[in-house]
């Protein structure tokens, strides 16, 4: 399951994005201001980076520069949506990124252009791996990676993990992983 993070200031949009993106399935991470998107960016990478242009603090361009100007992120493709009526924007957003959607949008466009993006990058996920965040699991070998390093764990909590994972943002009891 890809991971995208979404940098939108506006709490409508925000709830909006998180719900059509959660319905498709992808684990979304969400952040109203630019700063915040700044830290987690020294912490992790998503498959897709959803930016707005408006949000507080640190500008939306000034996060794009930043963004692809980091080894970690420059093959991250980075779709721009946002209300911005500036030509000039438009195109310094297409200098870096790899699509823009002017707002407001069709919900169907925004989360076709979400799919082509990632699978033009490639990352569709191979049923072998699972990704969120910084997390990786290799489920052909049994390993975890979490920020580069491997983390050992039992065959019994290799799986709670893996079931959690495929099921990202959806309460899980005790129970279920007892019997699953």
């Known amino acids: 399951m890809a991971s995208i993070w979404v940098a ?14 959660d319905r498709e399935g992808f684990a979304v991470e969400a952040f109203d ?4 998107l ?12 959803l930016l707005d242009l408006g949000l507080p603090g640190v500008s939306g361009l000034e996060i794009l520069a930043a963004f692809k100007a980091d080894p970690r992120h420059a093959a991250t493709p980075v ?17 870096l990124a790899d699509d823009y959607l002017a707002k407001p949008f069709d919900p169907i466009e925004f ?5 082509a993006r990632l699978r033009a990058a490639g990352s ?7 990704r969120g965040g ?7 070998l ?15 909590e290799f799986e709670i993990l893996k079931y959690l994972m495929e099921r990202p943002h959806r309460p899980v009891s005790v129970d279920v992983l007892l019997t699953e």
């Open 8 to 21: 939108e200031d506006d709490p409508e949009f925000l709830e909006l994005y998180k719900f059509l993106l």
């Open 33 to 36: 201001d630019g700063q915040r």
């Open 38 to 49: 700044l830290d987690a960016m020294q912490r992790g990478s998503p498959d897709l980076l």
């Open 79 to 95: 779709l721009v949506a946002t209300a911005s009526t500036q030509v000039a924007d438009k195109y310094r957003s297409l200098c």
């Open 111 to 115: 989360v076709l252009r979400v799919k």
């Open 124 to 130: 569709q996920e191979s049923p072998d791996f699972i």
């Open 134 to 140: 910084s997390l990786t699991l290799n489920c052909a």
């Open 142 to 156: 049994h390993e975890v990676d979490v920020h580069g390093g491997k983390v050992a764990l039992t065959p019994s």
